[in-house]
C-alpha cells in the first residue's frame, strides 16, 4: 500500500511562489508516474503536472505550463511542484497521486495523498 503526505500549501499573494511535497511511503516512485492535480471549489479536479519518475519525463497543463516545474529528490522519496508567479485563480486543494501510466486523466491514478490548501489573494 502506497501512502503519500504532501505539504508546502498555505496563503501567499498574487505574483508570489510555494513549493509543495509530495512523500510516498510504502514503496518507491521509482518506476511510477507522479501527477498533481488540484480542485477548487465546485469545480473538477484539474490535471496540474505529470512527472515520469524513472526517466524524468514531465509533461504540465496549460494553466501552468511556464509557472510551475517539477523535481524529485530520490533518496528522500519526494517529488516538488515549485509554483511560481502565482495567480488567484491558482486557488485550489492540491493533491499529488501515483499511478502507472504517464497521463492527465487523474482516473488513471491509484493513490492520491490527502491534498493541500493553495490559496493566492490578489
Known amino acids: 500500500q502506497v501512502q503519500l503526505v504532501e505539504s508546502g500549501g498555505g496563503l501567499v499573494q498574487a505574483g508570489g511562489s510555494l513549493r509543495l511535497s509530495c512523500t510516498a511511503s510504502?514503496?518507491?516512485?521509482?518506476?511510477?508516474?507522479m501527477g498533481w492535480f488540484r480542485q477548487a471549489p465546485g469545480k473538477e479536479r484539474e490535471f496540474v503536472a505529470t512527472?515520469?519518475?524513472?526517466?524524468?519525463?514531465?509533461y504540465y497543463g496549460d494553466a501552468v505550463k511556464g509557472r510551475f516545474t517539477l523535481s524529485r529528490d530520490n533518496t528522500k522519496n519526494t517529488g516538488y511542484l515549485q509554483m511560481n508567479s502565482l495567480k488567484p485563480e491558482d486557488t485550489a486543494v492540491y493533491y499529488c497521486?501515483?499511478?502507472?501510466?504517464?497521463?492527465?486523466?487523474?482516473?488513471?491514478?491509484?493513490?492520491w495523498g490527502q491534498g493541500t490548501q493553495v490559496t493566492v489573494s490578489s
Open positions: 497521486a501515483v499511478g502507472s501510466v504517464y497521463a492527465i486523466n487523474p482516473r488513471l491514478y491509484n493513490y
Open positions: 510504502g514503496r518507491t516512485f521509482s518506476g511510477y508516474v
Open positions: 512527472l515520469e519518475w524513472s526517466v524524468g519525463r514531465s
